[in-house]
């Protein structure tokens, strides 16, 4: 299984904030936004993960991140010159997923739960058919809707409707089979001016290959693209971890549960950082 974070994107909707610099990088409370989706993944146990970014904005994720080397994974990079859909990330990341399955997080996308990650995402790396994940919301006009039948089977798919046939919203994470990438090729520019995600899901469920899986009320799922909901994400992450102690989507802490990386090697991060309370939470864990 290979991981696509799509950070690209100008940001309008968050500017004067993105003018300089891109959204995936401002801080969600004491970590930069992308640690979020790039959390999400290693917690999969996905460790060969490309970022897509804009040109301009490509050597900061570079500087932050670098090759992964340094938490266990391989990270590497593409440029998306502009913004062009969604589909765009399986075009420009074809010789990176190759025959893999893949899975697709949007960078400004934070799940949270202690269940999220094992009884929703794991489960369906490992599945045959490809996979879109529900989420109830109060405004499903915002978003991609997804109608369902009673049992829950997927009727139809609608993106951004006047009058939606259901709260489901889908979320900004997807799994796709490996021939994802000649189906985005096969697609035509919708009226926006971009390719649309939905072309694609649409296509698996044609032909009977789409799983929706839905997610409860008891996992956050939170898009940060506007200035109310960077705030309250930032909000939700400060309560959460200060309320326990714990951190949340602190990736070093991720790549050494996973085993990607020694203790000696989380200790050399955490002495870089000590001088601060997430250098201090990381080796503290080595305490514990």
């Keep these: 299984m290979k991981g696509i974070i799509l950070a690209g994107g100008s940001g309008t909707r968050l500017y004067p904030l993105t003018k300089s610099v891109s959204k995936q990088l401002l801080p969600v409370y004491d970590k930069p936004m992308i640690y979020y989706p790039l959390a999400t993944l290693m917690l999969a146990g996905i460790s060969d993960i490309l970022i897509i970014t804009t040109r301009e904005d490509n050597q900061k994720f570079i500087d932050l991140l670098g090759t992964g080397d340094h938490l266990g994974i391989n990270l590497s990079y593409e440029i998306q010159d502009k913004p062009g859909g969604l589909p765009e990330a399986f075009i420009i990341g074809e010789d990176f997923i190759e025959d893999n399955r893949v899975c697709l997080i949007l960078g400004d996308n934070i799940f949270h739960s202690d269940r999220f990650i094992n009884q929703h995402v794991v489960p369906n790396i490992h599945s045959k058919n490809s996979v879109i994940f529900g989420y109830r919301v109060r405004d499903p006009e915002r978003y991609g809707v997804v109608e369902v039948d009673a049992d829950f089977n997927i009727l139809s798919i609608e993106e951004k409707p006047k009058n939606p ?124």
């Design 165 to 288: 046939k259901s709260n489901y919203a889908i979320t900004g994470l997807y799994i796709f089979s490996s021939d994802v990438c000649q189906i985005a090729k096969t697609l035509t520019v919708s009226a926006r001016g971009e390719l649309e995600i939905v072309d694609i899901i649409d296509h698996y469920l044609e032909k009977d290959e789409l799983k929706l899986e839905l997610l409860g009320r008891g996992i956050a799922w939170l898009d940060t693209g506007t200035h109310e909901s960077l705030l309250d994400a930032s909000n939700f992450i400060q309560v959460l971890e200060n309320r326990q102690g714990l951190k949340i989507s602190c990736v070093e802490e991720i790549a050494h549960q996973n085993g990607w990386i020694s203790d000696a090697e989380l200790e050399s991060i955490a002495k870089s950082l000590e001088k601060n309370t997430y250098g201090e939470y990381l080796l503290s864990l080595l305490n514990n």
